[in-house]
């Protein structure tokens, strides 16, 4: 059903030929599920009887698809189409210990770790619990309340060396590191962002339509503990000198570097 309401939606018709090219099924079941999806949408499709196809009805409105442009452009790369995604190298993650991890955080349990940071030369043990998976983007960390710094810390999955499930630390009594607790998770912070200054006229205009600003600015909220992976990604916390490169301004620059809690980053991008 999703199938045939990508084909609707992003190439405008679908017949039971594409179902069978892309599923392998049969004919008879194409038939079915088309019969299905005109049951449940009967709006969203008109049949063709010259080109014996169902094309996209003006009054379509997705049931089971997003539209995001970026989530069928990813898709279509997945699924090694018309669309390429550059390769990057893969942080190799233990898959054990991301199941241990996995079941930590679903049952609201403490793992003992050996955790390999930057900032140290030497591997440490110390007793997490483990509550969201965060990924920057190109790398994978947990969200943990660490009980040796008795604070709420990222932890790359790449550098967990050894992971176990653990009693409860003696420590957790209090519940101060139960997710509900974690102020900079629950705490969102806006970014005003617009074009940067130094570009022309005609350059803001484009760069404003690129992010969908609307008046020159854009604002978008992140949790506190993400912020420093959003600046870095966007450029945000070195920028270039140069406009063209930079492309974009963060009008609230001061209000929102000051929310930024390095030492949080404890398994993260700072060491």
């Known amino acids: 059903l999703e ?9 405008g018709r679908v017949n039971r030929q594409t179902l069978m090219e892309k599923t392998g099924i049969s004919k ?4 079915a599920d088309l019969a299905l999806y005109k049951k449940l949408a009967d709006e969203n499709l008109d049949y063709n009887l010259t080109e014996k196809t169902y094309q996209v009805s003006p009054s ?31 942080r190799d993650i233990q898959p054990e210990l991301l199941r241990l991890i996995v079941h930590a955080v679903r049952k609201n349990t403490f793992v003992d770790i050996t955790y390999q940071s930057m900032s140290s030369p030497e591997p440490k043990a110390r007793i997490i619990a483990p509550h969201t998976f965060v990924s920057d983007g190109r790398r994978w960390h947990v969200r943990a309340y660490d009980f040796h710094t008795e604070s ?13 499930e653990c009693e409860s630390p003696r420590s957790s009594a209090s519940a101060d590191w139960r997710k509900e607790q974690d102020l900079q998770w629950s705490t969102l ?3 005003k962002i617009s074009p940067h ?16 600003m609307v008046g020159g600015e854009v604002l978008f ?20 000198e140069s406009p063209a490169e930079q492309q974009i301004f963060l009008v609230n620059k001061e209000e929102v570097l000051a929310l930024l809690d390095l030492p949080a980053l404890q398994g993260g991008d700072l060491e």
Request: aromatic share 10%; proline share 6%; hydrophobic share 50%.
């Open 189 to 191: 912070v806006t970014l």
């Open 28 to 31: 008879a079941q194409a038939s």
């Open 197 to 212: 200054p130094g570009l022309s006229p005609q350059q803001q205009d484009v760069v404003a339509t690129d992010f969908g």
């Open 60 to 90: 379509f409105s997705p049931l089971f698809i997003s539209t995001s442009p970026q989530v069928f452009l990813t898709q279509m790369a997945v699924n090694r189409g018309s669309a390429e995604q550059l390769p990057l190298p893969a």
């Open 152 to 164: 709420f810390r990222d932890f790359l999955l790449a550098r967990l060396l050894r992971a176990q």
């Open 3 to 11: 199938l045939i309401e990508m084909e609707l939606f992003w190439a």
């Open 221 to 240: 909220s992140v949790r506190q503990a993400c912020l420093f992976y959003v600046l870095r990604q966007l450029r945000l916390m070195d920028e270039s």
